[in-house]
C-alpha cells in the first residue's frame, strides 16, 4: 500500500538539498549513555553494537547508512528517541564503521544481509523473549528490506521502518551523477577512499592507492572496490543482486518505509509502485523531506526532527512499553 506523508517541511527548508544538509551541518549530536559489545563474527572478523540503558522493554536494532556511524545526525538521535519511550535500543556498526578497521580484506555493501542475520542470531540468543523490531535507513534500509524479504515467512519481528531507501542501485548512482547530488556523491566517495587507506595499513589495498583519486563515481568505485571485495563479476552483478526493490512483494512482516519524492539520492522514476509491494508494506510518501532529513518546524533554526516521532509512532502501535510517551 502507498500512502500520502503527514510530513510538513519547515517553511524555512524549502527544497531538497536543505533538508537533507540542514540536519547533517547543524544538528546538535547527542545520545544517551551506551554500552559497547564486540560480536565476534564466523569468519574471524568482528561487528561492534552501542546498547542503550534498559532492564527490559521491546528491543529496536537501527542499522545506519554508508559510512554511518553514531557521529550521523539521524543515529544518536533515533537511539535518544526510543530510550526516552522505554525501549531497549542498540545501533549496529557495519564492519570498519565503528572507529577502526576490520580485519579482513571485505568490508560490507548494500546487500550484505549476512552481518545483519548474524546480529539478529545475536541478540535472540541472548534475549530470546523480547519483541524485536528493527530500523534501517538509507544503505541500512536497503539491506534491512532485501533481509526481510529473504526471510519472507520466516522472518522473525514485530515490525519494520525503513528511511530513505535507494532501492534501485543502479538508478541511485546514477542519481548521484547529476547536479548538485553530485556534492553527496563526492562527500561520501572521499569517505570511502579514506577508509581504503586506514585498511592499507595492515592489508593490502583492493586496487593501488594511486587509482584511488580516479574512481570518482559510485560506479567506478563500485566496480573497482565493492564488486570484486564481495564475490560480484562486476559493478551490474552487484547492483542487480543488491537492490531491495526486488524484494519487496516477499515481505511477511509489517513494515513502514518513509520516502520522499523528492529525495537526491534517488529519481522518483525508480519508487517503488503497488504492485512491488506485499501487503505487509506500507510505503508512505512526502512530496517533500529529501534524504533522511524530514526536518520540520515554524521557527527557524528550531528545528522538529519528524521521522524519530514518526518512527516512535509507528512502534508504538505495534509494542506496549512502560515509560511515558512525551510525544
Not at 542519481?175 to 595499513?201: F, I
Not at 529525495?263 to 503497488?274: K, Q, R
Request: charged content about 20%.
Amino acid at each position: 500500500m502507498i500512502t500520502r506523508s503527514d510530513f510538513r517541511p519547515a517553511w524555512w527548508l524549502p527544497g531538497a538539498h536543505l533538508q537533507t544538509l540542514y540536519p547533517t551541518l547543524f544538528r546538535r549530536r547527542s545520545h544517551p549513555r551506551l554500552r559497547r559489545e564486540r560480536l565476534e563474527l564466523a569468519d574471524g572478523d568482528f561487528i561492534d553494537l552501542d546498547w542503550t540503558d534498559a532492564s527490559g522493554g521491546p528491543i529496536v536494532l537501527v542499522v545506519h547508512g554508508l559510512e554511518g556511524s553514531l557521529a550521523s545526525h539521524y543515529t544518536g538521535g533515533i537511539l535518544g528517541a526510543l530510550a526516552a519511550r522505554g525501549y531497549h535500543a542498540v545501533l549496529m556498526y557495519f564492519r570498519g564503521c565503528s572507529g577502526e578497521p576490520n580485519r579482513l580484506a571485505r568490508s560490507y555493501h548494500s546487500g550484505d544481509t549476512a552481518d545483519l542475520q548474524a546480529v539478529h542470531d545475536h541478540i535472540r540468543q541472548h534475549h530470546p523473549a523480547a519483541p524485536l523490531a528493527m530500523v534501517g535507513y538509507s544503505l541500512g534500509g536497503n539491506v534491512l528490506l532485501k533481509w526481510l524479504g529473504e526471510q519472507g515467512v520466516a522472518a522473525p519481528l514485530t515490525t519494520a521502518v525503513a528511511v530513505s531507501v535507494p532501492f534501485d542501485l543502479d538508478c541511485a548512482a546514477q542519481r548521484l551523477e547529476q547536479g548538485l547530488s553530485r556534492l553527496y556523491q563526492q562527500h561520501l566517495l572521499n569517505k570511502l577512499r579514506r577508509s581504503v587507506r586506514l585498511k592499507a595499513a595492515v592489508l593490502p589495498p583492493p586496487v593501488p592507492l594511486a587509482q584511488l583519486p580516479g574512481l570518482t563515481t559510485f560506479r567506478r568505485f563500485d566496480d573497482a572496490v565493492t564488486a570484486p571485495l564481495h564475490g560480484f563479476t562486476g559493478v551490474d552483478d552487484y547492483y542487480r543482486r543488491s537492490s531491495s526493490r526486488q524484494y519487496l512483494d516477499r515481505i511477511t512482516v509489517p513494515t513502514l518505509i518513509l520516502q520522499a519524492r523528492d529525495d537526491p539520492f534517488l529519481p522518483a522514476s525508480a519508487l517503488p509502485v503497488d504492485t512491488d509491494l506485499s501487503g505487509a508494506v506500507t510505503l508512505e510518501l512526502s512530496p517533500r523531506g529529501g534524504h533522511v532529513g524530514f526536518v520540520a518546524g515554524r521557527i527557524p533554526f528550531a528545528a522538529e526532527y519528524w521521522l524519530e516521532l514518526r518512527i516512535c509512532r509507528h512502534l508504538r502501535e505495534r509494542h506496549t512499553v512502560t515509560a511515558p510517551d512525551s510525544e
